[in-house]
């Protein structure tokens, strides 16, 4: 893909960009540049070839595979078998051969249930005859040993919302949508909410993956749940699910045509799936009916379609990216799917949306973590990106009074401390913290990534970075690690009693400048809300 450093062009500013008034106009002229720049950039994708699936592949990754597990590094075993899985072709032996291998996996590290899922698997996808009995033989051994399976759970349950907001049903009614003209809409406390309170609890509208192995492939790519026997996208060797419903939800809202994106190695793009998305909601008559503008819904496309752009502020190539990939989107949906024919969609029309939802989601998605509590310190590990409607309004501050923490897919919003009435509820974007960043770095940060000077009381009041705040009570801080060290011992693994104790203190934080000792209570506290939520499980 044409890289937009190799189409910087000295004549063009933004503001003469902008000047041109319809988008579709500004992605028009930089497409004009990029076909004077790089002719060929569409046939050099499409050279690259679909990429199909292939029994041959699936053959070499089922090799890998049954190399690891003789080898006994499961975890090495299962992506490869995973990956034999998503590659063999549909109902092909070779997929059977692939469920096979991984129920070995399964059943060498007492996943039975998941092990007897894939031997039915496999069974229905042509196995070979001669090794049927054998698989069967396992399949009964399995069967014999589910009941001591333990359970192993990646997230504790969902916790719901104990007083829903009637007019934003995924948040706390002590909450509102604001809008003013220096930080466009944002999330005001409409009354004092205390520190560990939750504020939303919400799905995510669209979500994408990521690219590594252990993200890929442990995770269903609809609702991110850690699953260790997904099942492919019957079409297309990138995508995969925990189950049939997940597969049918994705196929219906917008795999339909993102599949045969797929099949050019596109990554998922969360611009794509929103316009698929939106557009089949819209298509549909949306069956959540229609927006009101009295109550704000996390599932419906308007709400998304109206979030945040900064088109204005964008330079030229952030504006040039932005129609390139319309462009490319637009090139391989035309000749590789039937989306126009089937939406009644033109393409000006197709690369306009998605021209929008480059800036708009690039501004407003949330990455997905899961972490490992080591002690005192936590290791996060991102599992996707996603766009959520409501908490996509939340504000940056460079010290955050929101923290969130994430239930496979579901991300659950709580105050990280106390929050006045009439304050508004702000989260630290990608971690831009005053205590870890100077004010230099956060500014050009935030500047380049969201194009807005942040203003908050770290930023006008020059809070210095950890190592220049005053100390605090650092023989009562010290105490307290040691607690925590000792509570989160795997003998005397007791979260609940020492997030109390943590909490007591949180609650005493005064508004003006923390000490060293505030900003860490502060970072355990977040770290350990977040203990519920997405755990790393070691396979
Ligand atoms: C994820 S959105 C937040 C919701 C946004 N205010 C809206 O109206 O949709 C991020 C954008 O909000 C604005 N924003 C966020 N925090 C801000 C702050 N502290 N000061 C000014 N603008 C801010 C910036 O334009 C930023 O790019």
């Known amino acids: 893909m044409l890289s937009p450093g190799e189409i910087e062009d000295p004549q063009i500013t933004s503001e003469q960009l902008l000047s041109l008034k319809s988008d579709i106009r500004i992605i028009d002229m930089l497409e004009e540049l990029a076909h004077k720049h790089c002719p060929s950039q569409f046939q050099d994708i499409e050279a690259g070839g679909k990429v199909s699936k292939s029994n041959e592949k699936a053959l070499a990754f089922r090799d890998e595979g049954r190399k690891m597990l003789r080898q006994k590094n499961y975890i090495k075993a299962l992506l490869a078998f995973t990956q034999s899985v998503s590659n063999a072709e549909d109902q092909s032996e070779?997929?059977?051969?692939?469920?096979?291998?991984?129920?070995?996996?399964?059943?060498?590290?007492?996943?039975?249930?998941?092990?007897?899922?894939?031997?039915?698997?496999?069974?229905?996808?042509?196995?070979?005859?001669?090794?049927?009995?054998?698989?069967?033989?396992?399949?009964?051994?399995?069967?014999?040993?589910?009941?001591?399976?333990?359970?192993?759970?990646?997230?504790?349950?969902?916790?719901?919302?104990?007083?829903?907001?009637?007019?934003?049903?995924?948040?706390?009614?002590?909450?509102?949508?604001?809008?003013?003209?220096?930080?466009?809409?944002?999330?005001?406390?409409?009354?004092?909410?205390?520190?560990?309170?939750?504020?939303?609890?919400?799905?995510?509208?669209?979500?994408?993956?990521?690219?590594?192995?252990?993200?890929?492939?442990?995770?269903?790519?609809?609702?991110?749940?850690?699953c260790y026997n997904l099942i492919p996208c019957p079409n297309c060797r990138t995508t995969l699910y925990c189950s049939d419903k997940c597969k049918n939800t994705a196929r219906d809202s917008y795999h339909y045509n993102e599949c045969d994106l797929c099949q050019f190695d596109f990554n998922e793009l969360l611009s794509v799936k929103t316009v698929l998305k939106g557009l089949k909601q819209l298509i549909d008559g949306s069956e959540n009916g229609q927006f009101d503008g009295a109550v704000y819904k996390s599932d419906r496309y308007e709400e998304i379609q109206e979030l945040q752009t900064n088109k204005e502020k964008r330079s030229v190539r952030d504006l040039f990216e932005a129609a390139n990939e319309a462009c490319i989107i637009d090139h391989f949906l035309a000749k590789y799917s039937d989306f126009f024919s089937k939406t009644q969609i033109s393409s000006e029309r197709l690369k306009e949306l998605l021209f929008h939802h480059y800036f708009n989601t690039t501004l407003n998605k949330i990455s997905v973590e899961k972490t490992k509590k080591n002690s005192i310190d936590t290791e996060f590990h991102e599992v996707a990106e996603a766009i959520y409607a409501f908490?996509?309004?939340?504000?940056?501050?460079?010290?955050?009074?929101?923290?969130?923490?994430?239930?496979?897919?579901?991300?659950?919003?709580?105050?990280?401390?106390?929050?006045?009435?009439?304050?508004?509820?702000?989260?630290?974007?990608?971690?831009?913290?005053?205590?870890?960043?100077?004010?230099?770095?956060?500014?050009?940060?935030?500047?380049?990534?969201?194009?807005?000077?942040?203003?908050?009381?770290?930023?006008?009041?020059?809070?210095?970075?950890?190592?220049?705040?005053?100390?605090?009570?650092?023989?009562?801080?010290?105490?307290?690690?040691?607690?925590?060290?000792?509570?989160?011992?795997?003998?005397?693994?007791?979260?609940?009693?020492i997030l109390k104790i943590l909490l007591k203190k949180?609650?005493?934080?005064?508004?003006?400048?923390?000490t060293k000792v505030d900003v860490n209570v502060k970072r355990i506290f977040c770290d350990l809300l977040k203990f519920n939520g997405n755990k790393i499980v070691d396979f």
């Open 506 to 514: 949180v609650k005493e934080f005064s508004a003006s400048e923390p």
């Open 94 to 226: 070779m997929l059977g051969l692939a469920y096979a291998g991984r129920a070995e996996v399964l059943f060498e590290r007492g996943y039975f249930t998941e092990c007897i899922q894939d031997i039915e698997r496999a069974m229905q996808n042509n196995y070979p005859t001669d090794l049927q009995a054998k698989l069967l033989e396992k399949k009964t051994l399995a069967e014999d040993q589910k009941p001591t399976q333990p359970p192993r759970r990646y997230h504790d349950d969902i916790p719901t919302l104990p007083h829903p907001n009637p007019k934003i049903p995924c948040a706390s009614q002590q909450v509102d949508i604001q809008k003013d003209q220096f930080g466009g809409k944002h999330i005001v406390a409409n009354t004092n909410i205390e520190a560990g309170e939750i504020i939303a609890v919400e799905k995510p509208y669209v979500v994408a993956i990521g690219t590594k192995p252990s993200q890929r492939y442990l995770h269903c790519h609809e609702c991110l749940e850690l």
């Open 391 to 497: 908490s996509s309004l939340l504000n940056h501050h460079c010290y955050g009074n929101v923290t969130p923490v994430f239930y496979g897919g579901t991300l659950v919003l709580k105050a990280a401390r106390n929050i006045k009435s009439g304050e508004s509820c702000t989260l630290t974007y990608r971690n831009f913290n005053f205590a870890e960043y100077p004010k230099l770095v956060r500014s050009h940060q935030l500047w380049k990534l969201y194009q807005f000077t942040c203003t908050c009381e770290a930023c006008e009041n020059n809070w210095p970075i950890f190592e220049c705040l005053n100390s605090g009570d650092v023989e009562k801080y010290q105490k307290l690690v040691e607690q925590i060290k000792t509570a989160l011992s795997p003998a005397s693994l007791d979260v609940g009693g």
